[in-house]
């Protein structure tokens, strides 16, 4: 009820095991608070916040347009109702190396178990268009070391993106990722690489956790799970895969209900009440507002 039973630092600690375990951890966007709630009643190892989900519910395209209030907010809001852990687009970190020191801070005091941070020139794009251009190594190399410098909590996850495969070949993107892990990253987030030869040169070139993006009408194929456990890639995330579904449906059902002029044949397709009442856990809310507010007042004399 209310919050999350788990405490960010526990679920920062539960995220640093599991890491460790050499098991695909799972991880879909969550597009609202309640989307992560289904997605640990599902059974998957974490959230993911996405920088392009949280701009597009504002109705904004994914080049930089929020800002690190409007994020840390959302993220807070969809952090706090699931137990497992969630980590968060940062994009390239709202501002200079000391901005991105105050975005560590308040992604940690919003309950978040990581982020990650991308190489990117501000005003950035989406990770699977064209036109993108990076920032130099030493800029990319500042970025990460003013976060691994700011953290105050050591189980929070620095991870550091890079774009550079999109206008680089392999070798010089796995240079580079090599010299963001020497300036502190604890994992890897190499973005719309071309097939899963690349993933594994990556996983092979350094020693700490791998993500695999798996976004929908991108760059790369959308490798199996199995796929990528088979190459020993530690976290694989589906960003925007419950928005787009969600709002498939509802473009569905606006039709629906201009063409028919009622909702009626589309009802059975709907999450039911009762469902809805389960995922807020309705009934603890009732139960303590029962156990508050069920006593008589006393007789005045």
């Known amino acids: 009820m209310l919050y999350s039973k788990t405490t960010p630092e526990q679920k920062r600690t539960y995220f640093r095991q599991a890491l460790a375990s050499g098991k695909l951890l799972k991880f879909p966007g969550a597009f609202n608070p309640l989307s992560a709630s289904l997605i640990q009643d599902k059974g998957f190892d974490g959230v993911y916040i996405s920088g392009a989900v949280l701009a597009a519910d504002l109705g904004l395209p994914d080049i930089g347009l929020t800002t690190l209030t409007e994020v840390a907010t959302r993220a807070k809001q969809i952090a706090r109702m699931t137990d497992l852990p969630a980590i968060v687009d940062a994009d390239t970190g709202f501002g200079e190396p000391l901005n991105l020191a105050r975005t560590i801070q308040e992604f940690e005091d919003a309950g978040l178990a990581g982020c990650h941070i991308e190489d990117q020139v501000n005003p950035k794009r989406c990770g699977h268009l064209d036109g993108k251009a990076v920032v130099d190594l030493e800029t990319a190399v500042k970025r990460i070391r003013a976060a691994a410098d700011a953290r105050r909590d050591p189980n929070f996850l620095i991870m550091a993106r890079t ?3 999109a206008v680089e070949d392999l070798d010089t993107t796995i240079d580079r990722i090599k010299a963001l892990v020497d300036a502190g990253a604890d994992a890897i987030f190499p973005e719309a690489l071309r097939d899963l030869s690349e993933f594994e040169a990556v996983r092979n070139a350094v020693d700490v956790p791998i993500l695999a993006n798996m976004t929908e009408f991108g760059k790369s ?7 990528l456990e088979g190459i020993g ?11 787009r579904i969600a709002m498939g449906a509802v473009e569905a059902g606006l039709e629906q209900i201009t063409a028919e002029g009622t909702q009626e044949g589309i009802v059975d397709t709907m999450q039911t009440r009762s469902r809805l009442y389960e ?11 029962a156990g508050v507010f069920n006593f008589q007042v006393p007789g005045r004399n």
């Open 233 to 243: 890639i530690n976290m694989v995330i589906y960003p925007v895969t419950l928005l």
């Open 279 to 289: 995922l807020v856990d309705y009934e603890s809310y009732n139960q303590f507002d």
């Open 221 to 227: 194929k959308l490798f199996t799970q199995s796929e």
């Open 163 to 165: 774009d550079v495969r």
